[in-house]
């Protein structure tokens, strides 16, 4: 069974300083995607950052960046320079490297105070 | 379309009565997911079309519910006798591609189910 655990359920932090939010996961397979949503209260899941297992390289997207740290099933989101539009809630999420159903975390709230 | 459209965008209705929410995914996409998210949860999966037919219907609760993609573009997520319990907010997601390791799924912005 494929598992995904976020521990934080919610983070607050200062415009403009740095916050990380957590992620564990569980699965057997070798080859898999980890990905990070942001659903701000439109409801609409918006994908953050994504990570292919088979490469170390910890993927970036401009202010967004990823700890994957595979031994560990471990996968972390940094974001730099928070802004207040990056208040939202933000889901870990898993899925097989061949596609099919996405595996969400519980979620965590952040939000970034001025 | 340009995204993924949801409708209704809310819905409230009695327990034990019957409902029907829609999706209309992107266009060309064949890929079709639906997800289920309880209050305060993330989302859990309920089914997986690929086309017309549901490659996994694994995460559907029960048999109250059940969904269609008749012509593999629009679906519909049915829910019978509804409980109080379905109260939630119903996603659905499309992608190009279901079996493809760079699919990237699209969300919707769901329908709010209350059922009184």
């Known amino acids: 069974a494929q598992t995904v655990t976020q521990s934080q359920p919610e983070m607050s932090v200062q415009e403009a300083e740095t916050v990380t939010l957590s992620c564990t996961y569980d699965t057997s397979e070798s080859n898999y995607y980890l990905f990070w949503y942001k659903q701000p209260p439109s409801r609409q899941m918006i994908l953050v950052i994504r990570q292919e297992a088979y490469k170390q390289q910890n993927a970036t997207e401009n202010r967004f960046s990823v700890n994957f740290q595979k031994a560990a099933k471990s996968f972390s989101l940094k974001i730099s320079d928070s802004q207040l539009g990056d208040t939202a809630m933000y889901f870990c999420?898993?899925?097989?490297?061949?596609?099919?159903?996405?595996?969400f975390g519980q979620g965590t709230e952040l939000s970034v105070k001025p | 379309g340009a995204g993924v459209s949801q409708t209704p965008s809310n819905k409230v209705t009695e327990k034990g009565k019957y409902v029907e929410l829609r999706c209309d995914p992107i266009s060309g996409h064949t890929a079709l997911y639906w997800y289920r998210q309880s209050l305060g949860q993330g989302p859990e999966f309920l089914i997986y079309f690929q086309g017309t037919g549901a490659a996994d219907d694994s995460g559907l609760p029960n048999d109250r519910f059940f969904a269609v993609r008749p012509e593999g573009s629009v679906s519909t997520l049915k829910i019978q006798r509804t409980e109080r319990g379905d109260s939630a907010v119903y996603l659905c997601a499309s992608s190009p591609r279901g079996e493809s390791r760079n699919t990237e799924a699209f969300f919707g912005q769901g329908t709010r189910l209350t059922v009184v």
């Open positions: 999420a898993l899925r097989r490297n061949q596609g099919g159903k996405l595996i």
